[in-house]
């Protein structure tokens, strides 16, 4: 992979390098007394961001299941409704059919043809009445068939609805839990000292000069181009937990968005994201790949060539830039 001219450090390893400077410091005996619990609150505050983010990725899933689901309740209460028409439609025929039968007159045929005035007359009226007989033998076998799909429909139907509530429940429960998260976070952030706050937004800042030197950086084909440059125009537009676009985005929106101006679909999460495609080594990523972090596949962003990626990071943060290394990795896909 290409060298990269190293980018200011990004909140994920940013606790680290603080409590490495610490170590330094307390090593030549000039760590001031309020430096360590602010380097604890920072390494809080990232914690709490990836376990947001993580329940953000749940979210999604859970939005997206909902989402289908309300598709096709709203699918089945249509069909229901035009197959309900059909039985009412089904029904006036056969009463119809019946009205005829009765008016033509129910006594037996054999004695109807002794007493006809005009036997001619009567045999063309049988013939009649035997059609409507068939017809209606067969209209009622429809109206059947039609009732016990409309009944199993319903079935299906109530099926779907308690699912979806099922999944409203579940976006409610991971939309508290992100909010928790970050409510406590903001809370860490605003217990910090002036100075130490200072310093967390220098880290955190996204208005960076030095951007990575991408010369060079070859897409493998057309798609995997459209979506980098989809994923470059969205540099410096805000994280937004759940969204994916185009005003905001959490780090799975941002690659399905980019995807889907490259005319391809992508799963909502970063976890089904992992198993979009290819999986290849770190070694031979590409422009256009997506490069999945975390053991629990948490996080994702895309590899932009010179070992770079772009990726929305946490809450607080634009899309950016930031080295490929910048946090464990546990997959690399080509979509």
Known sequence: MGSHRRLVSSGFDRGATVLCVLSAAAALGAVPAHAAPHADARAEVDRLYQE??????????????????RREVR??????????????????????????????????????????????????????????????????????TAMRQLAQERSEAAGKLAALDKSR???????????????????LLDALSAPARAAYDRASRDDRVDLPDLTGAVAPDARAAAAVAAAQSALGRPYVWGANGPSGFDCSGLMQWSYAHAGMHLPRTSQE???????????????????????????????????????????????????????????????
């Open 52 to 69: 947001a983010e993580q329940a953000t990725q749940a979210f999604d899933k859970a939005q997206e299941q909902a989402d289908t689901l």
């Open 75 to 144: 699918d089945a209460q249509d069909h229901i409704a035009r197959q309900q028409l059909r039985i009412n439609t089904l029904r006036e025929q056969l009463g119809s059919l019946a009205g005829a039968q009765y008016r033509a007159g129910g006594i037996d045929p054999a004695v109807a043809l002794l007493f006809s005035d005009n036997p001619d007359d009567y045999l063309d009226k049988a013939t009649i009445l035997d059609r409507i007989g068939t017809q209606q033998e067969g209209r009622l076998r429809e109206l059947r």
């Open 169 to 187: 429940r579940a976006v409610a429960a991971h939309k508290k839990t992100v909010e928790k998260k970050l409510a406590k976070a903001r809370q």
């Open 273 to 335: 994201q992992r198993f979009a495609g290819r999986q290849i080594p770190l070694s031979e990523a590409r422009p256009g790949d997506l490069v999945i972090y975390r053991s629990d596949a948490s996080h994702v962003g895309m590899y932009v060539g010179n070992g770079q990626v772009v990726h929305a990071p946490y809450p607080g943060a634009a899309v950016r830039y930031d080295p490929v290394g910048m946090m464990p990795i546990s997959s690399v896909t080509r979509p």
